[in-house]
Structures are given as structure tokens and as C-alpha cells.
């Protein structure tokens, strides 16, 4: 059974850039679409984007688009999410997650982004001077 572990949050001042990693266990990650998603205190769980499975297609929230990356280091079975110029509304819980059922199957798109089911445990950003 495929395992989600985040990690790289931090404490860090805006303007900063921050790579977070999504590392598998139990699964190649290479065969799983991966998305990414936070929560802030107080709001609802908000989608980042997503990279897919078999093509590496990439989807992003309009409300992300140009500071946040995703990408594949496949050899450390790794999904980062790379944050550009962080604000202090970036602070949140970031999570990954993918779809155990769904090995070798492409949903990274804006209506695929409730098709997850296994999550990791989330990493903490806060952004603060």
C-alpha cells in the first residue's frame, strides 16, 4: 500500500523560497498522479495542483500559478512542490496525496483534484519576518 510522508516546512521570511518533498513508500511513485494541497488555520483545505502519472501533465490552481512548481525526482521516488516569493498567507499545512486504487491512470486536472484518497501527514509552513 502506497505511503505519504511530507516533510521540508519550516519557519521562514517572506520573500523566501521553500522546496517541500513528498517521499513514497510501499509504491513506486512513478506509477501514482500526485497532488498537492494546504490548509490554512481557520479555511478550507485549498488545491495547489498536481503532476500525473503516466505523462507528468501538470496542473495548477489559478490562485498559484507562478510561484509554486511541481516536479518528479523519480530515482528518490520523491514529488516536490517548490514555493517562489512566499507570503505570509502561504502559511498553512501542506499535504500530498494520490489515489491508491488508481496506479498507471491520469487524473491531474482541476475536476480530478477530489480523486484522492491516501494523504500524507502534512508539513508545516509559516511565514513570518
Known amino acids: 500500500q502506497v505511503q505519504l510522508v511530507e516533510s521540508g516546512g519550516g519557519l521562514v521570511q517572506p520573500g523566501r523560497s521553500l522546496r517541500l518533498s513528498c517521499v513514497a513508500s510501499?509504491?513506486?511513485?512513478?506509477?501514482?498522479?500526485v497532488g498537492w494541497f494546504r490548509q490554512a488555520p481557520g479555511h478550507v483545505r485549498e488545491d495547489i495542483g498536481c503532476i500525473n502519472s503516466q505523462d507528468d501533465r501538470l496542473y495548477y490552481a489559478d490562485s498559484v500559478k507562478g510561484r509554486f512548481t511541481i516536479s518528479r525526482d523519480n530515482p528518490k521516488n520523491t514529488v516536490y512542490l517548490e514555493i517562489a516569493s512566499l507570503k505570509s498567507e502561504d502559511t498553512a499545512v501542506y499535504y500530498c496525496?494520490?489515489?491508491?486504487?488508481?496506479?498507471?491512470?491520469?487524473?491531474?486536472?482541476?475536476?480530478?483534484?477530489?480523486?484522492?484518497?491516501?494523504w500524507g501527514q502534512g508539513t508545516q509552513v509559516t511565514v513570518s519576518p
Open positions: 496525496a494520490t489515489d491508491s486504487t488508481r496506479n498507471d491512470y491520469n487524473y491531474c486536472s482541476a475536476s480530478g483534484m477530489g480523486e484522492y484518497d491516501t
Open positions: 510501499g509504491a513506486i511513485l512513478d506509477h501514482y498522479t
